[in-house]
């Protein structure tokens, strides 16, 4: 049963993103239905209830939804992956790529800003696209792990860029003291304290602190999905 519950709840917020894609903003798709954008914020971002459970799309939240943005009953509980609405762009078929970046592990990244000085000598084979504008200090990593799914799944590029501030809602790559490799979590920032977050919603720890033994690596500018 609590499985079954938690699928329903991933479909959920999958659903959430689409609508919100749709809308323009978090903030507009809170407008058209009718509910307080900073509570969206904080179910989209599952931050913890005074229980410590994430906070989820309940019923009445996915009827709102659903009535608000013109979609049949139910709609809220079905996959929609393969219709989500692309990324509004200049109409041609394909991006422009901006920049050539580095592909690195997840232990490079740790060390980048001792390492991005000798990155000139890294091989052609070692350089991707970005389809974004960037910093000559970015760079690419490969998605590991389960941690960030459904947004983040294994495979999925992530083009990252030390010199963009981070903000609220944003994704970015840290590195923990002590360990040796990076990772990446969703940046929160309620009342000025300020959280990393996993999407996961079975991930143990999923919402940590950010405090002086975590650093910011980077954020995430762009994705690219594994196909």
């Not at 323009?24 to 969206?40: D, E, I, K, P, W």
């Not at 002590?178 to 999407?199: H, M, P, V």
């Not at 919603?201 to 954020?219: E, F, N, Q, S």
Request: glycine residues 8%; hydrophobic residues 35%.
């Amino acid at each position: 049963m609590v499985s079954m519950m938690r699928k329903h709840e991933q479909t959920r917020l999958k659903n959430l993103e689409i609508l919100i894609s749709e809308a323009g903003s978090a903030a507009q798709l809170a407008r058209a239905v009718g509910t307080n954008s900073s509570y969206l914020s904080q179910v989209r971002n599952q931050l913890p209830t005074k229980n410590g459970t994430p906070r989820a799309i309940g019923d009445d939240l996915a009827t709102k939804l659903e009535e608000g943005m013109k979609k049949p009953q139910g709609w809220m509980d079905e996959n929609h992956d393969k219709n989500a609405p692309k990324r509004k762009g200049n109409g041609r078929a394909t991006p422009e790529f901006q920049s050539l970046l580095p592909l690195i592990s997840w232990e490079e990244a740790a060390n980048w800003h001792k390492l991005s000085k000798g990155k000139t000598s890294l091989k052609k084979s070692e350089l991707m696209s970005c389809p974004v504008k960037c910093s000559q200090e970015a760079f690419v990593l490969h998605v590991q792990g389960r941690s960030m799914e459904p947004r983040f799944n294994e495979g999925d590029i992530l083009f990252v860029d030390p010199d963009v501030a981070p903000k609220h809602g944003q994704f970015v790559v840290v590195q923990k003291r002590g360990s040796k490799e990076a990772t990446f979590r969703q940046l929160i920032i309620e009342e000025g304290r300020e959280f990393l977050t996993a999407l996961n919603i079975d991930w143990p720890d999923r919402i940590t602190a950010l405090d002086k033994r975590t650093t910011i690596c980077g954020v995430i500018v762009f994705k690219g999905e594994k196909v």
